[in-house]
């Protein structure tokens, strides 16, 4: 019973811990995964729809909201226009592989979002971005896992020194 408890709110805690912030908790799932306290491929699952579902509201939000804000400012609106060039030669290039591109995702996304791209083809572009990103992420979390824990234990090690 207790073993059901912690898979259940494993995989719950990845799907959360991916739609609230994204790379670090999900090697944490994936660290929990390996130790054994739930599936790894459950846990994959979760981070997918954790992901897919933090894209899609930022996606909407940028589609219904996102030219209404940018009409009421004209200098953010022509920064946009300018800085967009690389966005707007190859949108679906860019929607995807934006997951693997690290400080550019939400960008990426908004951008999407005040571009007109259809729903069926963001929903399709970004499912194959965050599968890159899952398989990706995921595999070389489980596989870096011992290494995650070793470092883990060598700062908790010296937690009292750096504490005072």
Avoid at 122 to 139: K, M, P, R
Wanted: net charge positive; aromatic share 18%.
């Amino acid at each position: 019973m207790l073993e059901s408890l912690y898979e259940g709110c494993g995989i719950l805690a990845t799907y959360l811990g991916t739609l609230i912030e994204g790379e670090i908790l999900f090697l944490t799932s994936i660290l929990s995964a390996k130790l054994g306290l739930f599936n790894y491929y459950w846990a994959m699952v979760a981070a997918f729809f954790g992901a897919y579902t933090q894209a899609w509201i930022k996606f909407l939000i940028a589609k219904k909201h996102g030219n209404k804000l940018l009409d009421k400012k004209p200098k953010l609106k022509a920064k946009l226009d300018k800085s967009s060039v690389w966005f707007d030669k190859r949108p679906f290039f860019f929607l995807s592989i934006y997951k693997l591109m690290y400080g550019m995702t939400t960008v990426i996304v908004l951008m999407a979002g005040l571009r007109h791209i259809s729903y069926l083809r963001f929903g399709i572009h970004t499912a194959i971005a965050i599968g890159i990103w899952v398989v990706v992420i995921g595999g070389f979390g489980y596989f870096c896992a011992e290494v995650m824990m070793e470092n883990i234990n060598m700062i908790s090690d010296y937690k009292w020194y750096i504490i005072g």
